[in-house]
């Protein structure tokens, strides 16, 4: 109803608007869809390509970190290699003995992340193609696809990045609930893949330039801090010492042992067990040597300096408080003693992933592995390793008879019968969506130079706002920057670690060509940048 005084339209306390006014819930929940008609067929299409992933390989896809999630969340016992953050998350539908819940929990997750960030774009004053055009990468990369349905840390991990980053970026200045649930989104991500762990540090540099004030900035680091410290009391609980992992040390000598050499380093005789004698080009590659029991061929029956301290295949033991503390050490050392060297590799890392075609293994390229890809079903079967095969019980009565009782692997057995029942889980081919999506695969994924463009654009966009620090667009930058060169620093080159920088860099490529109040229009922008770049040209004004 109308107030006659001021013509305006708000309604009477207590009266409530017409029926014909009202329209119906059905009415009101659709009318998104209606009103955003182009970007739901873009969704329909993506949750059709997610349905076909899901019917080609039922129930899930598993890699050999799959087990050991699964594995921990039953357990309920911190994991030294990697936190528990993903395990939390399948530990709440374990009663459910299915893996199809977490399944189509992974694939609404990836159709999330495509509307949270169209619904940004939108409100950041991009038109509807426009604000569609960085989310295809998420919605249809076929690697996306694959880690969704995969028993993998990755898509909740890309999912809460996601999340926390489009609410920071909803309001120049975000309010102080906002803020908290941005920080525990952050912290409950370092949680789920060590790689988040700098990510609340770049998170309050970008909210700090943006000037946001010290009460939201303190609710920030709070939030973020409480779901980490909460951890590491529980990891203190059961090993007695505070942290997140004990793996950081042995992940980072796996870095610096694609160049180390002692002669160069001299270490000190507490890690000197570490120094490999090996030629550099014959050592197993960065992602795969603190894994790997011997060198690569020729010298492929000389064993690895990490397998030599124990003299055992048990990959358990190299990550103890010894091992770890000693490769911390000794990759410091390596670092501080060839500093070119270890620029050189991850600045080759870095670059590679811009490459425009993928390198399969084994061209010393990590994560582009039959185990991260659509594949038949003679492969996917030889895939999986014997202790989480289908006929495990048999094998395990083979093992034991030879070898004496695997503990290990009748508990991981137990495991996934109490996550999927009789099934465990084990993936199985269907025909023809298997084939299809092999083609689909083949064809439909974001390039690495494509994405190196992305990047680019992101970052035209913050220096065009220079004088505002780069503006909105300047948080998604930053993360996407971080998740392309943090993995390379820290542990080596991988085509799936790549993926989690794809949605902040296509948001932060949106956000380049965002218009809102006191935004200049791209031409601005782009003339901006090259008079602070030196090379002349007006700026247009609004």
């Keep these: 109803m109308s107030n006659a005084t001021t013509g305006s339209d708000r309604l009477i306390p207590d009266q409530q608007p017409p029926e014909q006014e009202r329209g119906s819930r059905l009415t009101r929940l659709t009318r998104p869809v209606v009103t955003h ?23 899930i896809l598993w890699f050999n970190d ?33 893996a199809y819940p977490l399944t189509l929990l992974q694939a609404g997750m990836g159709v999330v992340m495509g509307v949270i960030i169209y619904a940004l774009l939108r409100h950041r004053g991009l038109p509807w193609w426009g604000a569609a055009l960085p989310t295809l990468p998420v919605l249809f990369d076929s690697y996306e696809l694959h880690l969704e349905h995969m028993v993998t840390a990755d898509t909740l991990f890309i999912f809460l990045g996601t999340l926390a980053i489009v609410i920071l970026c909803w309001s120049d200045r975000p309010s102080v609930p906002v803020m908290a649930v941005a920080g525990l989104l952050i912290g409950y991500a370092t949680l789920v893949r060590s790689v988040g762990q700098p990510l609340l540090v770049v998170v309050l540099v970008a909210m700090l330039v943006r000037r946001v004030g010290w009460r939201r900035l303190v609710t920030l680091v709070v939030a973020g801090i409480v779901p980490i410290a909460a951890y590491m009391f529980w990891f203190h609980g059961t090993y007695g010492r505070y942290g997140l992992t004990e793996s950081s040390g042995t992940f980072l000598y796996s870095r610096v042992s694609t160049f180390a050499e002692c002669a160069k380093i001299n270490p000190p005789a507490d890690v000197r067990a570490l120094c490999d004698p090996t030629p550099t080009h014959l050592r197993p590659v960065s992602g795969e040597y603190l894994w790997a029991d011997n060198e690569l061929w020729p010298d492929n029956h000389v064993t690895t300096p990490l397998y030599n301290l124990y003299n055992s295949t048990d990959n358990s033991l190299r990550f103890t408080p010894r091992v770890n503390g000693m490769a911390a050490k000794f990759a410091r050392d390596a670092i ?3 500093p070119f060297d270890y620029l050189r590799v991850v600045t080759h890392d870095t670059l590679h992933t811009f490459g425009w075609n993928r390198q399969p293994d084994p061209n010393n390229y990590y994560g582009n592995s039959p185990a991260f890809q659509f594949v038949p079903g003679p492969t996917v079967d030889a895939l999986i390793p014997w202790w989480a095969g289908p006929d495990v019980p048999a094998h395990l009565a083979k093992w034991t008879k030879k070898y004496g009782n695997d503990v290990s692997a009748r508990h991981m057995y137990a495991a996934r019968q109490e996550f999927d029942g009789a099934g465990l889980g084990n993936t199985t081919v269907v025909q023809p969506w298997q084939r299809l999506l092999q083609i689909y695969q083949r064809y439909i994924y974001l390039r690495g130079t494509l994405l190196g463009l992305i990047v680019l654009i992101g970052a035209a966009g913050v220096l065009g706002r220079w004088r505002r620090w780069g503006g909105i667009g300047l948080l998604p930058w930053l993360v996407g920057a971080l998740m392309i060169v943090l993995p390379p620093m820290t542990a080596g080159f991988s085509y799936r670690y790549v993926i989690a920088a794809i949605p902040a860099a296509c948001l932060a490529a949106g956000l380049a060509f965002a218009r809102r109040p006191g935004d200049k229009s791209v031409g601005a922008l782009a003339a901006d940048l090259r008079r602070h770049l030196g090379r002349g040209g007006a700026v247009e004004q609004e």
């Design 37 to 59: 008609w182009q970007f739901t067929i873009v969704l329909a299409a993506a949750v059709l390509m997610r349905i076909i992933v899901i019917i080609g390989y039922p129930p």
């Design 66 to 98: 799959s087990y050991n999630y699964v594995f921990d969340a039953v357990r309920h016992i911190p994991d030294k290699v990697r936190p528990n953050g993903y395990p939390f998350f399948i530990d709440l539908l374990v009663p459910l003995h299915s």
């Design 336 to 338: 501080l003693a060839q």
